[in-house]
């Protein structure tokens, strides 16, 4: 079936920015696990006071405390633990298929779900049991009470630590990870993400070893117990059926999600399914009210999904097919992402779209794709045809050099002249396209336009003659003879476009210029000289060559012949050739 429909078929998208459900909870995620991870970073500082002594870690507690008990700032943080709780269930039952997330996400999941366990009776022990029964939570109080009177505690509160802050780093990390600074940022982030919870641990354990030995002097111990005003029988009694009823209605809240999760599959079996069908042609059943991209994860279809399908990245976008005409319009949150990517209009976020009815689809990004790939790119990555200039360059009897030279000679000096011909061709406004042996191809005008390719690519023909010259007067003990290169230009119209697959893709340009320019470089060796330019270059350029011979060359796959001129040495063009202008 033809999955070719007219962009005027597409349901337009609404004008309208309203706050949808699935907004409101993402950023109410993101406000409360900010809120969370605010107070872990602030409470772990704390900790790390303990390399300098216990007295300044109650001097920073005072601190911590003064803001943290406020009445503001005690109801946006058990306000966030609330929200957060509430939207991982809420999660986990809007989840299709449980199973089938990727390891980080089923990661996040388990590791936010073992942090109120882990963390109840240390709550209960400090914050209840101070504004309900006059403890004095100090860190002394902690420290005794976690490795003292009960060291099993400590190493919880260890493993807590540890688990909480695990799982924020992952919660960020996905945050993060979709922004286009992140990748320079990542460095620092890392660091610090290694560096505070480490502190933390070695000033929370050197406050605990010092505890310890003090707590085995009568005179330290019995003024410290008495100012900390430990709670009686009644307290433990009161915390234990808290943690009890917490506990209870946490298993509760979980077996009440899976049972209508159930429920709904039910329902949904009854009242029909969805046919989602992928460019290989398989099919996969769900029920209305799935997304595009649960959809292929229950089907087995590998997805892109960067950020775990919360309609961030734009990596799982789609191109619709047969059926598409039905598809609902796109809500605001996606409609925000994918005018950022500039999408065209017959493409939608997987992750958002769930079809009502019958639909085909065509994944637009291999799975293996990175974040990078949903930051917006210039048109022209996605395939356009476009008038470029091509230079094609290739030493000359460098396989007969190298038969000669240990394997690793060979490729120092090859990276040697790589580096130099790359120079050369950045400098003056070219792309390096790829290195094809001891060959390279650039490509100049993509962003500029023909005119300014043309003068461009003179300039990098120049210079990468100039760079050459260099190199083997750097290397003129090592070489029998001197480096030799030839190089190739032509201009014309070529499709450009992102190319590959994986890590193996780059931008590059293929047609019958391309073809041209390879084709003139190989006749440097017919003209014996370094530079053969088409005058078609020459022209684009608005340059004077006419001191150089000019030549009718019959190209194979053209019908007519091209006029070309033969340079001997490219380092004597003259400057308005050989240097683009400002």
């Excluded at 000033?203 to 605990?208: C, D, N």
């Excluded at 011979?549 to 308005?576: F, K």
Aim: hydrophobic share 50%.
């Amino acid at each position: 079936m033809d999955a070719r429909v007219s962009t005027d078929q597409l349901p337009a998208a609404p004008v309208r920015r309203r706050l949808e459900p699935g907004i409101i909870a993402r950023q109410c995620r993101l406000i409360s696990g900010l809120t969370l991870l605010a107070y872990v970073v602030s409470h772990l500082i704390n900790h790390s006071f303990g390399l300098i002594s216990l007295d300044a870690m109650e001097w920073g507690r005072r601190w911590f405390l003064a803001f943290w008990r406020t009445p503001i700032a005690t109801t946006a943080l058990y306000g966030a633990v609330v929200v957060h709780i509430a939207l991982a269930l809420w999660s986990l039952y809007g989840r299709r298929r449980l199973l089938r997330m990727p390891a980080w996400e089923a990661a996040q999941l388990l590791l936010g779900l073992s942090i109120p366990p882990l963390l109840a009776e240390h709550v209960l022990g400090t914050r209840f049991a101070h504004q309900f029964y006059g403890v004095n939570d100090s860190y002394a109080y902690v420290v005794w009470a976690t490795w003292v009177f009960a060291w099993d505690k400590g190493v919880t509160q260890v493993v807590a630590l540890l688990v909480a802050w695990l799982h924020a780093a992952i919660g960020i990390h996905f945050w993060l990870r979709v922004k286009p600074w992140y990748p320079r940022a990542i460095p620092f982030l890392y660091a610090a993400a290694l560096i505070v919870p480490l502190l933390a641990l070695i000033g929370y354990l050197e406050a605990a070893l010092f505890v310890v030995e003090r707590a085995r002097d009568p005179d330290w111990l019995r003024p410290a117990l008495a100012a900390m005003r430990l709670p009686g029988p009644e307290m433990a009694r009161d915390a234990l059926t808290v943690k009890n009823w917490v506990f209870s209605a946490l298993g509760s809240l979980l077996v009440l999600i899976l049972i209508l999760r159930q429920v709904r599959a039910w329902w949904e079996r009854r009242h029909g399914v969805v046919r989602v069908t992928y460019p290989d042609g398989r099919v996969v059943e769900v029920p209305p009210g799935t997304t595009v991209l649960e959809a292929s994860r229950l089907g087995g279809v590998p997805h892109a999904s960067v950020c775990g399908g919360r309609g961030r990245c734009s990596t799982c976008r789609i191109r619709l097919g047969p059926g598409m005409e039905h598809v609902p319009p796109a809500g605001a949150e996606e409609t925000r992402v994918l005018e950022r990517i500039a999408a065209p209009p017959l493409v939608r976020l997987a992750c958002q779209l769930k079809p009502t009815r019958d639909l085909h689809v065509v994944p637009l990004l291999p799975p293996t794709a990175t974040a990078r790939d949903g930051f917006k790119k210039p048109g022209y990555l996605n395939g356009q045809e476009r008038e470029i200039a091509i230079l094609f360059a290739d030493l000359r009897a460098f396989t007969q050099m190298s038969e000669n030279r240990l394997p690793y000679d060979v490729v120092f000096l090859l990276n040697r002249y790589f580096s130099e011909m790359g120079r050369a061709v950045e400098r003056t406004g070219g792309r390096v396209d790829k290195f094809i042996g001891d060959g390279v191809m650039a490509l100049f005008g993509i962003d500029s336009g023909p005119e300014r390719g043309c003068r461009d690519a003179l300039a990098g023909a120049r210079a990468m003659a100039e760079n050459l010259s260099a190199l083997n007067a750097a290397l003129k003990h090592d070489l029998m003879q001197p480096l030799k290169i030839g190089i190739g230009i032509h201009t014309g119209t070529a499709i450009v476009g992102e190319m590959g697959y994986a890590r193996a893709t780059s931008v590059t340009a293929i047609g019958d210029a391309v073809n041209t320019a390879s084709r003139l470089e190989s006749m440097t060796k017919e003209f014996d000289a370094q530079l053969v330019v088409s005058q078609e270059v020459v022209d684009r350029a608005g340059v004077d060559l006419s001191r150089y011979p000019a030549r009718e060359v019959d190209i194979r796959g053209r019908r007519q012949a091209l006029n070309v001129r033969v340079i001997d040495n490219a380092s004597e063009l003259p400057v308005e050739a050989g240097a683009a202008p400002a």
